[in-house]
């Protein structure tokens, strides 16, 4: 059974920073891509991060300079670290392993970003 486990999701200041961890069991974790997306209030999802299993990063405009999003096979898990972060940083993150025709999702975790 394949499953997507985030935490880290937390109420924090503007300019603030937060860790992002996804783990990941039941899938070969360093054959799939991985990825960040979140969902703002009355927003559609969007893509905020990726990483190849390769190790090959992009970034959403939005965000870039100001996360960065890194893996370890060793332990399964994604992460993503936040820094300057700002109110339209608010929303549910969810994390995304892919491969191929294989897509998972986690169920997601909450960040508030307070002005």
């Known amino acids: 059974q394949v499953q997507l486990v985030e935490s880290g999701g937390s109420l924090v200041q503007a300019g603030g920073s937060l860790r992002l961890s996804c783990a990941a069991s039941?899938?070969?974790?360093?054959?799939?891509?991985m990825a960040w997306h979140r969902q703002a209030p009355g927003k559609e999802r969007e893509l905020v991060a990726s990483i190849t299993r390769d190790a090959f990063t992009n970034y959403s405009d939005s965000v870039k300079g100001r996360f960065t999003i890194s893996r370890d096979n060793a332990k399964n898990t994604a992460y993503l670290q936040m820094n300057s972060l700002k109110p339209e940083d608010t929303g549910v993150y969810y994390c995304n392993a892919n491969f191929g025709t294989m897509n998972y999702w986690g169920k997601g975790t909450l960040v508030t970003v307070s002005s």
């Open positions: 039941g899938i070969r974790f360093s054959i799939y891509g």
